[in-house]
Every structure is written in structure tokens, then in C-alpha cells.
């Protein structure tokens, strides 16, 4: 089972990027996503969360920037980001509750991570 996150790059303040993770390999369905942020000499913190019923909650720093979405008939979790700000810049990462064969409940799977910068 594995997280694939993709779309990070570089971009001008007021820029938007799009950032896609999708889970492959043999599962049995997919729970709570949720997208993360790292900076240089800063905590992980949390970005967006996403259930599987599609309910949304966002960091008050990302809300009404940032939007994230899924498609669950394709096992990915996405991130809109726009009127990106130099303090976005960060690696992003995407986590996912997948059901697994064998589990009694769902397990936590975190992606690669994908980096974002964001020049001024």
C-alpha cells in the first residue's frame, strides 16, 4: 500500500498549485484524508481534512484559500491551493485511514510528500 503525492512546484505569491495523492495497492477502502505542512524548523501541522463522506475542515491560516477534495472511484485526495502566500512554502503531505485486509480497524498511511515555494 502506498501514498503517491504529486503537484508541488514552484510558484509567485497570489499563485495557485493544485496537489493530487493517490493510494494504490490492495485495499479495501479508504477513510479520513487529510493534508499536512512542514517548514524548515517548524512542526508538522494540519492543513485540511477531508471524510469520507467529503466533510471538510481547514487551518484558519488556509481557510478560504485552500480547498481540498477526493475521488474516491479513484482512491485520490487533492489540494487546491490558491492566493498562495510565501508562508505556504512547505513540504506537503498527504495521510490517508486505509482499510486493510486482516485489520480490525483502519491504519494510518502518510505519503512521500511534495515540496511547495512560494517566491515573494
Known amino acids: 500500500v502506498q501514498l503517491q503525492a504529486s503537484g508541488g512546484g514552484l510558484v509567485q505569491a497570489g499563485g495557485s498549485l493544485r496537489l493530487s495523492c493517490a493510494v494504490s495497492?490492495?485495499?479495501?477502502?479508504?477513510?479520513?484524508m487529510a493534508w499536512y505542512r512542514q517548514a524548515p524548523g517548524k512542526e508538522r501541522e494540519l492543513v485540511a481534512t477531508?471524510?469520507?463522506?467529503?466533510?471538510?475542515k481547514y487551518a484558519d491560516s488556509v481557510n478560504g484559500r485552500f480547498t481540498i477534495s477526493r475521488d474516491n472511484t479513484k482512491n485520490t485526495v487533492y489540494l487546491q491551493m490558491n492566493s498562495l502566500k510565501p508562508e505556504d512554502a512547505a513540504v506537503y503531505y498527504c495521510?490517508?485511514?486505509?482499510?486493510?485486509?486482516?485489520?480490525?480497524?483502519?491504519?494510518?498511511?502518510w505519503g512521500q510528500g511534495t515540496q511547495v515555494t512560494v517566491s515573494s
Open positions: 495521510k490517508a485511514y486505509l482499510w486493510v485486509k486482516f485489520a480490525s480497524d483502519t491504519r494510518e498511511y
Open positions: 495497492g490492495s485495499i479495501l477502502g479508504v477513510d479520513n
Open positions: 477531508i471524510t469520507s463522506f467529503s466533510n471538510t
